[in-house]
């Protein structure tokens, strides 16, 4: 008799950085099972509002239902609220929804990126049963394990041990973060086979969103 | 005196008898069905210019058995949505006979409300997760393909819940024969044509028909453009194996 398994690991890596005045979120677009690509067009990142970004590696399947959960509540705040729901409570949020699931996980690597009410940058991922954690950049995914001390060596890291979200020092400026983020995914594409296709770059600022997408390699 | 080997025997053995005399089957608790029986392969989606292309073959396979050489296992949906699967067949029937209901009770509604692509993909992924978080999975992986609001539109999706788009795609071992040609086919000529997209797509069958056992060369295609959808009649293609000679090796 089969043994039927309700998970899959789709790969796929996506990263975050907190800045003073800014967030930016990336995600690569691979969709893969097993050793084959289902996909090279499907960046796993979710606007949620205008200021929050919700990005999530591992089964794809939970992470569509997830958000499509996130979406549904974001939805119902702004009926009952009249506002878009802010970033720290989507933070707030995301526990409860992955902890609800306790005992048939979703199986997802999230990270939820935003401004909050006064324009600085807030990055939390969790893991798939829903603790959080509040550093100034993170990285959740297939090449995490990479990219992460690059990061470290790059920006430095800073935790904090309460649940108030930190960010980078004021010397790392948008562009200079751009540029590491790129870096990051360039290098995890070079080692990583589910990491590759396209990176999704997205620059939230007081001013707006801002996306970008660069080629990885393809192979 | 050597056993015989029944062609079935590998899924008879692996069917649940009624009765429970089943060894592993004793005292366990009830099990669902969790492999498929009837089964069709790889399908292949292409977008092109102005709609899309979904082809087939014609196989209900039974293990190793080609068991039904002629089941359509396309669906057209409405003058703008078209299905193709593979998978087990009669899980099939049961999503076919769900989207008739569906499109039963939209027409009742009278409000101009129909499948879209889209819609169609977006609904069919929540029914295949569902299912599958009930450890009673539906078998299949499905392509859905139509014009939303005019713009081609392709989905894909595993029996896991797992949903995608992309401009072109393959699904089982089509994943591995045909989705490396279409890639690079398109990444030739990005403003194909329908021509060259029902002839990009009959390719992969053909490919899929030389390395593939469970695949046939009586395929089916089905093309939706602004003119709306049409499911085509099955046809056949002839395999050239004048190179079957030079193998060697295997002999």
């Known amino acids: 008799m089969g043994h039927f398994d309700p998970y899959d690991d789709n790969g796929g890596t996506v990263a975050a950085i907190a800045g003073q005045d800014y967030v930016l979120i990336a995600s690569d677009s691979r969709l893969s099972t097993g050793s084959t690509i289902l996909s090279r ?13 919700f990005a999530c590696a591992g089964f794809h399947g939970d992470v569509l239902t997830l958000v499509k959960q996130l979406e549904i509540r974001m939805k ?22 992955l902890y609800g699931r306790r005992f048939f996980p979703y199986y997802v690597r999230p990270i939820v990126a935003g401004l909050d009410r006064e324009g600085r940058g807030l990055v939390a991922s969790y893991d798939p049963i829903g603790t959080p954690e509040f550093f100034d950049y993170v990285i959740q995914g297939s090449a995490e394990n ?7 060596n790059q920006i430095g890291a800073k935790k904090t041990l309460s649940d108030v979200p930190i960010q980078a020092p004021p010397e790392l400026t948008l562009e200079k973060a751009v540029k590491l983020l790129k870096d990051s995914f360039l290098a995890a594409a070079e080692r990583d086979v589910y990491t590759g296709d396209t990176v999704t770059l997205m620059a939230i600022t007081a001013k707006g969103t801002e996306t970008t997408e660069y080629q990885l390699r393809r192979d | 005196m050597a056993k015989r080997y029944d062609i079935n025997s590998a899924l008879l053995r692996d069917l649940p008898l009624i009765n429970g005399s089943h060894s592993s089957a004793v005292g366990q608790p009830k099990a669902h069905t969790q492999s498929p029986s009837v089964s069709g392969t790889a399908v292949i989606g292409v977008a092109f210019k102005g709609g899309i292309v979904l082809a ?15 089941i359509p296992r396309l669906l057209r949906v409405n003058k703008s949505t078209v299905l193709a699967m593979s998978g087990d067949y009669a899980d099939f029937q049961y999503i076919e006979q769900l989207i008739a209901k569906k499109t039963m009770q939209d027409f009742c509604s009278d409000d101009g409300y129909e499948w879209t692509p889209k819609s169609l993909h977006s609904w069919l992924t929540r029914i295949l997760y569902n299912a599958r978080s009930k450890f009673d999975p539906l078998w299949n992986s499905y392509v859905v393909g139509g014009l939303e609001d005019g713009v081609p539109y392709l989905g894909g999706l595993t029996m896991l819940g797992i949903s995608y ?15 490396p040609f279409l890639a690079d086919q398109l990444e030739k000529n990005p ?3 329908e021509a060259a997209a029902r002839e990009v797509a009959i390719h992969s069958l053909r490919l899929l028909y030389y390395r593939n ?5 009586k395929y089916q295609l089905t093309v939706v453009t602004k003119d709306g959808s049409v499911l085509e009649p099955i046809k056949e293609f002839e395999g050239v194996w004048d190179t079957a000679l030079m193998i060697r090796g295997y002999d």
């Open chain 1, 41 to 53: 067009f499907t960046p796993k990142i979710y606007p949620l509002s205008k200021v929050t970004v």
């Open chain 1, 76 to 97: 119902l705040y702004v009926h009952e609220h009249g506002e878009e729901m802010s970033t720290k409570a989507m933070m707030a949020l995301l526990l409860p929804t």
């Open chain 1, 146 to 152: 990479l990219v992460h001390p690059f990061l470290n």
């Open chain 2, 56 to 70: 087939a073959d014609t196989v209900g396979s039974y293990g190793t058995l080609c068991k039904l050489r002629t």
């Open chain 2, 165 to 179: 788009t992309a401009p072109y795609m393959a699904t089982g071992f089509g994943r591995f024969i045909a989705q």
């Open chain 2, 191 to 193: 403003e194909m044509d």
């Open chain 2, 213 to 217: 056992r469970e695949s046939s060369n």
